[in-house]
């Protein structure tokens, strides 16, 4: 059950309403790193997206590390919140690289 919600959340941001999405709050939903993978490259294609909120507790490093592809290649992200998101000091390390590489 939890892969298929994750297969529909994915199929929602990539389908043709991503062009009119530009904030996505999903916190407190479970997402594991092979779903943020796959996130990372909607995101890495997304020109609309500048806010996020995703993952849980149990997201943590691995969530965040399979996340940075996405982020670093994103044009228009601006904001994320990882509130309560289980991150440590190498998500925070990676998150860290990502933001320089962008400025």
Known sequence: MKSERHKLLLTFIASDLRRY???LY??????????AARFADM????????ALCIGD?????????ALTPGL???ASLAS????NKGVGDVGAAALGKVWRCRL
């Open 57 to 65: 507790p149990e997201f943590g490093d691995a969530g965040l590390l």
């Open 43 to 50: 995101l890495a294609v997304n020109t609309t997206l500048t």
């Open 26 to 35: 999903a916190s407190g939903h479970a997402m594991d790193a092979a779903t």
């Open 80 to 83: 994320i919140d990882l509130e």
């Open 21 to 23: 999405i530009t904030e």
């Open 72 to 74: 670093a290649a994103s």
